[in-house]
């Protein structure tokens, strides 16, 4: 075992999505590392195999996928509908691992017992290993979707109380009188669920959600709001221009017996769905306000009324905590991250995260920025002590950027969350920063260009394949999505309006018909059953 002072490794923990997109900018970039998953496959909270799965037999992406993918390696058409099933995010997963070659890499059944900062490097302990570990850093990647937020309401109650990630399948909802506390994605999702398999259904939420649709005018809701981002206005602007969409297009949800919300609908992680305002018309959900007490086989809620439950399903968010690591060093005292950008430490310069955030967008895009710039400040400190001095100047002057929060409502549900636009674009203006370091290779005697990063094997063969689905790519508006893409218009939205460069580069695409595979053979094909 090397000694604390000559380890050159970094390690990385988790093989979800994040955990995925560190390792492959990682190998694209020669940062040598060892990466650890504690279970016996990857996929994270998407895995439902694992005891890490969050997920359930009837989840789907509740952002579509054109806007939900790794940029270089999008979903095929063909292949996945818009909102693929979880059982078709994990094929999905499988084959990026094996476009980008990390299942060679992946250490599975390995679980990380313990993490410590020792003599300016890290002390990792792995599970049925006696002696520690010394690595130069640390990326957490590991998520933070395992210790359950579950409330205290006083009384006793004679039924059966699960937090929703013990929730797995409508089967468990059979027959059963149901209460569900939560009005966020996964409570909606579960109250759907228990429309159709439940004797009764009630739904508990203490204050008023926004819940938006799938689809606006038959394009997907994220296509809009790309559209949105892309005009140049100021962001109160933006703001009331999708409220008015909203109200248009929806109509205020008192309308349908809902809250009437105590902030704006981009003040707030987004509900995607449109069958809760439906279902209560239908009469088929009864909706309550805050649990104020449980009396034996009875809930209690805080305008007195009650009623008699079987099963009590709490879809009230996360604790975000690290199991393997003193959670002093990386959270405040109200739980919040202590990280710049929610990625690099003011003080320990080798602790970084990735997809330690939440936002109205792909978490998945987002934690491949975090990746880059994660590896991009690994080799300037190898490579260029000065930047990475001054960018490490300014992690220390700026510490936690609570900025990030300043539109969203204070509550634990948004201690992560962060527009997914502006940060995105904050993550890259940052990269620039870093000049032709962006693209280096550590490996590499002087400063590579962008060129000599993009032969390696794996991110040209995924080029290629991001460059063989542009016509896909034009379907909807994408402007972060292709180098070069021309501005978007609401030609992408309307048929009769497409300019004639679109037709005449349609003119030169292969047909559907006779198009060669994109997928290269031996890769899995998505399905409709578990991976």
């Known amino acids: 075992?090397?000694?604390?002072?000559?380890?050159?490794?970094?390690?990385?923990?988790?093989?979800?999505?994040?955990?995925?997109?560190?390792?492959?900018?990682?190998?694209?970039?020669?940062?040598?590392?060892?990466?650890?998953?504690?279970e016996p496959d990857i996929g994270g909270l998407w895995n439902i195999k694992t005891q890490t799965g969050v997920v359930y037999e009837t989840t789907h992406l509740i952002s579509a996928s054109l806007y939900t993918a790794f940029e270089d390696f999008p979903m095929e058409e063909e292949e996945y509908p818009l909102y693929p099933s979880h059982a078709s995010v994990m094929d999905y997963f499988r084959s990026y691992a094996n476009q980008f070659g990390l299942l060679d890499k992946v250490q599975l059944s390995k679980s990380v017992e313990h993490v410590?900062?020792?003599?300016?490097?890290?002390?990792?302990?792995?599970?049925?290993?006696?002696?520690?570990?010394?690595?130069?850093?640390?990326?957490?990647?590991?998520?933070?979707?395992?210790?359950?937020r579950v409330p205290r309401i006083p009384g006793q109650f004679d039924g059966e109380v699960i937090h929703s990630r013990a929730y797995k399948s409508p089967k468990q909802l059979r027959d059963k009188r149901v209460l569900v506390i939560g009005g966020g994605n996964s409570g909606c999702d579960i109250v759907i669920d228990a429309v159709h398999n439940a004797e009764s259904v009630v739904h508990s939420m203490r204050r008023g959600y926004w819940f938006v649709p799938k689809f606006l005018l038959g394009f997907p809701t994220h296509g809009t709001l790309e559209f949105l981002e892309w005009l140049r206005m100021p962001r109160w602007l933006k703001a009331r221009v999708l409220a008015?969409?909203?109200?248009?297009?929806?109509?205020?949800?008192?309308?349908?017996?809902?809250?009437?919300?105590?902030?704006?609908?981009?003040?707030?992680?987004?509900?995607m769905t449109d069958e809760i305002p439906r279902q209560l018309e239908h009469g088929r959900i009864t909706l309550k306000p805050d649990v104020a007490r449980f009396a034996g086989n009875e809930v209690v809620f805080e305008d007195g009324t009650s009623e008699e439950i079987d099963l009590v399903v709490c879809a009230t968010g996360y604790e975000i905590s690290f199991p393997f690591l003193d959670n002093s060093l990386v959270l405040g005292y109200n739980g919040v991250p202590l990280l710049y950008m929610n990625v690099f430490h003011p003080r320990h310069e080798g602790l970084f995260a990735a997809g330690l955030i939440q936002a109205n967008g792909s978490i998945w895009r987002l934690?491949?920025?975090?990746?880059?710039?994660?590896?991009?400040?690994?080799?300037?400190?190898?490579?260029?002590?000065?930047?990475?001095?001054?960018?490490?100047?300014?992690?220390?002057?700026?510490?936690?950027?609570?900025?990030?929060?300043?539109?969203?409502?204070?509550?634990?549900?948004?201690?992560?969350?962060?527009?997914?636009?502006?940060?995105?674009r904050a993550l890259k203006r940052l990269l620039r920063k870093f000049g032709p370091l962006a693209k280096t290779a550590l490996d590499k005697p002087d400063w590579a260009s962008s060129d000599d990063v993009e032969s390696t094997t794996h991110v040209k063969a995924a080029r290629s394949k991001r460059l063989a689905a542009w016509p896909r790519l034009t379907k909807f508006d994408r402007p972060y999505m292709v180098p070069g893409n021309d501005p978007p218009s609401m030609?992408?939205?309307?048929?009769?309006?497409?300019?004639?460069?679109?037709?005449?580069?349609?003119?030169?695409?292969?047909?559907?018909?006779?198009?060669?595979?994109?997928?290269?053979?031996?890769?899995?094909?998505?399905?409709?059953?578990?991976a």
């Open 1 to 38: 075992m090397a000694e604390a002072g000559s380890v050159n490794k970094y390690c990385v923990i988790g093989a979800g999505p994040s955990g995925m997109a560190v390792a492959k900018a990682f190998l694209a970039r020669s940062i040598p590392f060892d990466w650890f998953e504690r």
């Open 367 to 424: 934690a491949d920025d975090q990746a880059q710039l994660i590896a991009t400040a690994i080799v300037a400190r190898e490579k260029a002590p000065e930047v990475a001095e001054n960018f490490r100047d300014r992690v220390i002057a700026a510490g936690p950027d609570r900025g990030m929060q300043r539109h969203f409502v204070e509550s634990d549900r948004h201690k992560l969350e962060v527009n997914y636009y502006e940060y995105r």
């Open 116 to 148: 410590a900062p020792r003599n300016g490097n890290w002390q990792v302990r792995i599970s049925g290993e006696g002696t520690p570990r010394f690595y130069k850093g640390v990326v957490l990647a590991n998520g933070h979707h395992f210790v359950p």
């Open 244 to 271: 008015a969409t909203y109200y248009l297009l929806v109509g205020p949800p008192e309308r349908y017996g809902l809250a009437r919300p105590d902030h704006g609908i981009h003040q707030s992680h987004p509900t």
């Open 491 to 530: 030609s992408r939205f309307c048929p009769v309006m497409k300019p004639a460069w679109a037709e005449q580069r349609n003119a030169h695409a292969t047909p559907k018909s006779s198009a060669v595979p994109i997928r290269p053979a031996g890769m899995l094909a998505p399905s409709c059953s578990a």
